[in-house]
């Protein structure tokens, strides 16, 4: 094999299929008349990513996913050209070279096994990710609490995650009618949606699930979606609705969670027309904050987890946001006054006040 690629975007595919493989992974390099494709795979993950490239002699190896990575990040130069020399995969500079061993080959993974099922708007998925991912456990002895659910049924997909603790649900448009229900690691989910560009292709297969974009394949085994659900948290006893500016809102909460105890929870007092935070701590006083709102239905006064209620008005930036508050320790509901491409739901569960 002998092939000249540009550093930047040879950097780029090797790192996001490192970050994607496990730890002392090995990635596949395949030049050819269509560039070279960069690939890699354990027992559950598949990825095949594209980079332009100039082959000057097909061919194929594999070599250490990690210090290939680390080597190309460090590179000040615009191409970089990859040759096999004997037993080692050299990468060749004007002013310098680095070798890498040359392991065993080994099969790719079964991302060929996918069928395409539907496709998607790969920005509006990707801010969907964004959100509803962030609410997913990152280490948890129940594995469902660290995927996002996917969900097609005609024209619509939707998103869920949850820590026990909050939940977020977001709809989007498919752009081809399907069908799927399949919960996926959320940490994978994010950073292949980070790779994808322009419409993203959802597949399906035998116990598997993959994301596909021009220059782009990541096929994945799915865990049991069947519990993650946000028909399972009771949400028709709403008797309090609170709306006000989410970046107001979320200001307040920085200042105010200040002042928290250690376990940062704070009050949200509901008035007749406004809303008032307040938080105290033994050792570094004590803080209130009053924000005007529209308020509809019964003064309250739910507690939150500082982090928790911040992590939530961070996905309504810059909109209006609607808090609709049950009675006793049932979840908040957080919606846009006016959703966009993406309509998001974000349940919060209250906190015993201190």
């Not at 959802?202 to 049991?224: C, I, K, M, Y």
């Not at 307040?252 to 027309?273: C, K, N, Q």
Request: net charge negative.
């Amino acid at each position: 094999m002998d092939v000249t690629a540009p550093a930047h975007r040879l950097s780029a595919a090797v790192s996001a299929a490192s970050r994607l493989l496990p730890a002392r992974a090995r990635l596949w390099l395949r030049a050819d008349s269509g560039g070279l494709t960069v690939a890699g795979s354990d027992a559950d993950l598949a990825v095949r990513l594209r980079c332009p490239a100039t082959s000057h002699t097909d061919g194929s190896v594999a070599v250490p996913a990690a210090p290939l990575a680390e080597t190309l990040k460090m590179l000040d130069t615009e191409l970089v050209r990859l040759v096999v020399e004997g037993s080692r995969l050299a990468l060749r500079l004007d002013n310098a070279r680095f070798a890498l061993p040359l392991l065993a080959a080994e099969a790719e993974g079964p991302a060929g096994e996918l069928a395409r099922v539907s496709e998607v708007d790969g920005s509006a998925f990707a801010s969907a990710l964004r959100i509803v991912a962030g609410t997913a456990a990152k280490d948890d002895p129940l594995p469902l609490f660290t995927g996002v659910r996917l969900q097609a049924d005609g024209d619509r997909l939707t998103l869920t995650a949850s820590d026990r603790y909050r939940m977020a649900v977001a709809r989007l448009s498919l752009r081809a009618s399907g069908s799927l229900d399949v919960l996926v690691p959320a940490v994978l989910l994010t950073e292949a949606a980070r790779q994808a560009r322009g419409v993203v292709g959802l597949h399906l297969g035998p116990g598997r699930f993959g994301l596909s974009w021009e220059g782009g394949l990541v096929g994945t085994a799915v865990l049991d979606a069947g519990f993650l659900s946000e028909d399972s948290i009771p949400s028709g006893a709403v008797d309090t609705t609170v709306s006000l500016d989410a970046d107001a809102l979320a200001a307040a909460v920085r200042r105010v969670g200040v002042y928290a105890e250690d376990r940062r929870v704070l009050t949200l007092e509901v008035g007749d027309a406004h809303v008032r935070l307040a938080s105290a701590r033994q050792d570094t006083g004590e803080a209130e904050e009053t924000l005007k709102a529209d308020v509809l239905g019964g003064r309250t006064s739910p507690s939150f987890q500082a982090r928790y209620l911040l992590d939530a008005l961070q996905a309504f930036a810059g909109e209006r946001v609607v808090l609709s508050i049950q009675p006793g320790m049932r979840a908040c509901l957080l919606r846009a006054v006016e959703p966009g491409e993406v309509t998001l739901t974000y349940y919060l569960m209250p906190m015993l006040p201190r």
